[in-house]
């Protein structure tokens, strides 16, 4: 392999996320970044914009990557201020799973009765502050714009649904092509709609990767037999490929 990244444009996101796809819906009028889906403040706000798991398919025309994609309105519950910026992408850090309730502590009580040990789907945290599913094979996201919250403010009890404060909500790439022809936040410095760069492992080869996680960052691997015997957290578990790359080649 040439080089250790390639381009979000040349990874497509196999989505394993819960709940069915909506073609009923589109992208909201004022795109996928949006300030009205996408909050970032850490005070009280308003309800959800979608309620939270809402999937909706679109088509890309970029010539990059023509295709379908799907994105997800999810709840990012931030820890000790691991923020996401326009630059984390770059740095691979920007990307999400599913936020493990074993690990969470007091910081997710009030998001279901109080229960810290349950967690719902459709909240989602940095994968590389290592309390996510990421590591033993779960899906990952990509958010489409900023995203800050301050989740060490407690929930309003109830229901699952009503979450005031605390997190933030917005959209988040979960399946298919990269969207970052529409949502100029996933194509960061590279331009050209070719999407951001992400690190990939030097022996990386088209096909069926999946994410080795660090507190560095996320680096791209590919599926083969060695590194599932290295993904020790993921033996006996069940395979799970988290993406496909169309490309072995470096940027």
Not at 64 to 86: K, R, V
Not at 166 to 179: K, L, N
Request: charged share 15%; with cysteine.
């Amino acid at each position: 392999m040439a080089g250790t990244a390639i381009r979000l444009s040349a990874l497509i996101l196999k989505d394993g996320w819960p709940g069915p796809v909506n073609f009923n819906l589109g992208m909201p009028a004022n795109g996928w970044d949006n300030t009205q889906d996408n909050f970032k403040t850490t005070a009280a706000q308003e309800p959800p914009a979608y309620p939270l798991g809402t999937k909706i398919p679109a088509y890309t025309d970029n010539t990059n990557c023509p295709g379908w994609y799907t994105m997800m309105y999810l709840a990012f519950h931030d820890f000790s201020s691991q923020d996401i910026a326009e630059g984390d992408i770059t740095g691979a850090k920007g990307w999400c799973a599913h936020a493990n309730g074993v690990e969470c502590g007091t910081r997710t009580s009030g998001i279901i009765a109080n229960d810290v040990s349950i967690v719902p789907y459709y909240v989602v945290a940095r994968c590389t502050t290592a309390i996510t599913d990421a590591t033993e094979g779960g899906p990952i996201c990509l958010p489409c714009a900023s995203m800050s919250a301050d989740s060490s403010i407690e929930l309003v009890s109830g229901s699952c649904r009503d979450l005031s404060y605390g997190h933030a909500y917005g959209w988040f790439w979960v399946g298919g092509v990269c969207p970052c022809k529409d949502a100029t936040f996933m194509d960061a410095s590279a331009g050209g709609t070719k999407g951001a760069d992400v690190s990939v492992n030097p022996l990386t080869r088209a096909g069926d990767i999946m994410a080795c996680i660090s507190s560095d960052g996320v680096c791209f691997v590919t599926s083969d037999v060695s590194e599932m015997i290295d993904a020790t957290s993921i033996i006996g578990r069940g395979y799970i490929s988290q993406a496909w790359s169309c490309m072995s080649e470096g940027i």
